[in-house]
Every structure is written in structure tokens, then in C-alpha cells.
């Protein structure tokens, strides 16, 4: 089969598959991401986030994660809610409102991955959701989807920012797309403006140990500093302030996934609600959410952070 038809092929198979865009890139070592993860965590810009740091090879060469690798084929998973919170209610990240994504993906990518061995033949390859040292959004710009954007996530024209990107290496050999080269963010600077702990520094550069999601998520069994007391607005589980003031978020359409659809009454739990939720409530509730990875014992420091 010609490389044209292997590509489109697996690009049909993806939709097949439940994802949203798909674009594939050869596989290369990322000199220039190389130099730029450098420099950022010589700044510490990664706080407590040491496994950054470890697997350095790894992340910017894609042979040294499966050998022979040829090419890396990034697919999208759009996340965008139809229905949102209260927004006097302590707020959740809305990648968080279902099924923990990294579930949903699994399962779509191992699909995926039967699907092209049934209709190519063997390939080897691994699939990857941040389960692995990969420069996500790197691959995906490569791969010409689209940009990142000031506020360091990868943005499509088509529909904006809410989307999961997941990463298949494989030593098939296809038709590369073009690198998306234009940057359409501007001189826009909304998501800057709007920071609540000013992370998101010019020249695309993302103080991560300021973010409020590194906070309220990535922060275990640490106070969070109380120079930033009063900052968070209501964030009690990572933040979407720079992707909803984004201008290319308003062509967002809201996901078909029934696994991401919020959970059953998640959407309407009041701050008293989560005052009085007790550790074996929460884990049942959120048995498979994304919340679990911040335990109870972490929603109820964050919850308190908030409280003035």
C-alpha cells in the first residue's frame, strides 16, 4: 500500500476510532524542544514536579522510547462540556468533569491500534496519554494541527483548545504532514491578562510552579503558599481561566463522549456540599474521575485554601 493511502487510511481509522483530528509527523530527535525543556527547568519553572526532569532523552527522541520508530501519529479527543458549573460553585477543571481521560484513551487508542494491524498488517508501536515522557503538543503542532498558544496549549482553528492529545510512535513509515508554522494568537494577550497567579509569562513561557493547577493537583502533601491566598477564584481542582478567555475557544463544540459526560450530579455540588463530604463519599463518587489523583486529603486542603 502507498505511503498516501497507509496515511489516510489511519486517519479514517482514528475518526473510526473516536478521535477528532489526526496528523502525523516523522520521527526525529526535538533539538530545538530540547534546548527550550532545558532552559525551562533550569529556571525551576517545573516546582515539585521532579518527574519532569527524569527521562530527558526520552521526551525529545522518539527512537529512544520504541526503537525503530518512524513516525508519531498525534490524535485529538475534544473535551468541551455542553453543560458547565455554577460559577459560584467551587470549580473543577472541565477535563475533569467525567471518566479520568486517561481511561476513555486507553481504550481508544488500543482500538485504534487493532483496527490498523487488521487493515495494514503488524506494526510495532506504543500509545501514549501522558503515561510516557513525550512532548505532546510539540508532535502535535508538527504534525499540523495547529499552534501553541501563549498560554502553552496546542490551539486548532477549527475548534480552540479543549482537547486531550494522545501520541502513537510507531516504526510504520507515512506520509508526513506539514509542520503548522503560523502562530494566530497575535497580539493577543488575554490569557496573560487573565492569569490569576500571573504563570503565564511572555515569549510563550509557563511558570509552572505558579499555576494554579500545579496548586491544586500536582502540590501533594505540601501547604500551598499563602502569598497566593485569595488568588485562586473558586479553582479547587486546576484551572481553565486562560483556555475560556481565549478567543479561539467560542468555535468550541461541546464532545459526544458519553465516558466524559459530567457525573451525575457533579455539576450542581454546592461549597457546603463539599464542606460535608466525607473520604469514603468522595471515593466512591469519583471512583474513575481525574479527582482521584489529588486524593481527598487534597480536595479538603484546597477547599479550605479558598475559604477567606
Known amino acids: ?10 486517519k479514517q481509522l482514528a475518526q473510526q476510532s473516536g478521535f477528532h483530528f489526526c496528523g502525523i509527523a516523522k520521527a526525529v530527535r526535538l533539538t530545538e524542544d530540547a534546548r527550550r525543556l532545558e532552559n525551562w527547568l533550569q529556571k525551576g519553572f517545573h516546582g515539585n514536579m521532579d518527574y519532569m526532569q527524569r527521562h530527558f532523552d526520552l521526551r525529545i527522541d ?10 508519531v501519529i498525534t490524535l485529538l479527543l475534544n473535551y468541551f462540556p455542553q453543560q458547565q458549573q455554577n460559577p ?15 481511561f476513555v484513551i486507553r481504550e481508544k487508542l488500543n482500538q485504534l491500534i487493532t483496527l490498523i494491524k487488521e487493515q495494514i498488517g503488524n506494526i510495532n508501536g506504543r500509545g501514549f496519554t501522558d503515561s510516557a515522557p513525550v512532548l505532546e503538543r510539540s508532535w502535535a503542532q508538527r504534525s499540523g494541527l495547529g499552534w ?15 482537547f486531550f492529545i494522545a501520541t502513537l510512535i510507531t516504526d510504520l513509515e507515512l506520509q508526513y504532514d506539514d509542520n503548522f508554522a503560523k502562530d494566530y494568537c497575535g497580539t493577543c494577550t488575554r490569557c496573560i491578562d487573565a492569569c490569576p497567579t500571573q504563570a503565564i509569562l511572555p515569549n510563550k513561557e509557563i511558570d509552572g510552579s505558579r499555576c494554579i493547577s500545579y496548586f491544586t493537583i500536582e502540590l501533594k502533601d505540601a501547604l500551598i503558599p ?9 479553582w479547587l481542582f486546576g484551572c481553565d481561566t486562560c483556555q475560556d478567555v481565549c478567543p ?29 463530604m466525607t473520604e469514603e463519599t468522595f471515593r466512591t463518587f469519583f471512583k474513575n474521575s481525574p479527582l482521584q489523583r489529588t486524593k481527598f486529603k487534597g480536595i479538603q486542603r ?4 479558598l475559604q477567606p
Open 302 to 305: 484546597n477547599l479550605k485554601f
Open 148 to 162: 501553541i498558544g501563549k498560554n502553552g496549549n496546542l490551539i486548532t482553528r477549527q475548534s480552540g483548545s479543549f
Open 62 to 71: 522518539p527512537t529512544q522510547l520504541i526503537p525503530g520508530a518512524k513516525s
Open 248 to 276: 479561539w475557544n467560542r468555535f468550541a463544540q461541546p464532545h459526544t463522549e458519553p465516558q466524559l459526560n459530567p457525573l451525575p450530579g457533579l455539576l450542581n455540588l454546592s461549597t457546603n456540599d463539599w464542606e460535608h
Open 88 to 102: 459560584l460553585a467551587p470549580q473543577i477543571a472541565k477535563y475533569a468533569y467525567g471518566t479520568d481521560y486517561h
Open 226 to 234: 499563602q502569598e497566593q491566598k485569595g488568588k485562586f477564584e473558586n
Open 1 to 10: 500500500m502507498q505511503l498516501e493511502k497507509k496515511s489516510s487510511l489511519i
